[in-house]
């Protein structure tokens, strides 16, 4: 993709985004108390699918999440590549969720209401840095989805983030040589912080 094409894809993601917060923030009046979240999650990271200079890299990172209405979340992520070139990744989008309650029968084995399923879509920046050479700065963009698991019997304090799968594109160094498409597969817990109070 040239970056021509680049620039428009960056400019309709962002209107895209924009939309759906409004959309969203159009609701909140009816909307539930907020609920905060924060997650840790380590991931398995693909980079640079399909070229021959990709590789597996494992990394750590954090999401914040605010209920905004009965299925909408804000969301904002962290990533950090550890590898080299070292990458930092901050993603800003929107989480919708359902319980599985009502979409799977449930059976004497499996509780469609102790899992929910989400998706997720953000828009926002990534840093790579390489020892000597000048840190570059590009557009990033994220795409995904997953499964929780709810019933942890903790008050709905901790929830098991079961897996979650993602696309993340950024052109860093030379238009995209470094992390322009990658696959990571995550997994982790998230802290309901109001349920702690």
Excluded: C
């Excluded at 030379?174 to 982790?188: I, P, Q, T, Y």
């Amino acid at each position: 993709m040239n970056d021509r094409w680049w620039r428009i894809v960056r400019i309709a993601f962002f209107e895209l985004v924009i939309l759906l917060l409004v959309a969203v923030l159009g609701t909140m009046a009816q909307a539930p108390a907020p609920i905060v979240d924060i997650s840790l999650k380590y991931a398995v990271a693909r980079t640079d699918l399909a070229a021959a200079g990709g590789s597996n890299e494992h990394l750590f990172g954090t999401s914040v999440a605010v209920r905004v209405n009965s299925w909408a979340h804000g969301r904002a992520d962290w990533l950090r590549f550890g590898g080299t070139p070292e990458a930092h990744v901050a993603l800003f989008g929107l989480e919708a969720r359902r319980s599985l309650k009502g979409i799977l029968p449930p059976s004497d084995v499996f509780k469609p209401e102790a899992f929910e399923v989400f998706g997720v879509v953000q828009g926002g920046f990534a840093r790579a840095i390489v020892a000597g050479a000048k840190a570059d700065n590009d557009f990033a963009a994220s795409v995904g989805g997953g499964l929780d698991f709810t019933a942890t019997r903790t008050d709905g304090v901790v929830v098991l983030r079961v897996f979650e799968v993602r696309y993340l594109r950024a052109n860093l160094f030379d238009n995209g040589r470094f992390f322009k498409n990658n696959a990571l597969v995550e997994a982790g817990i998230k802290i309901n912080i109001d349920r702690l109070f």
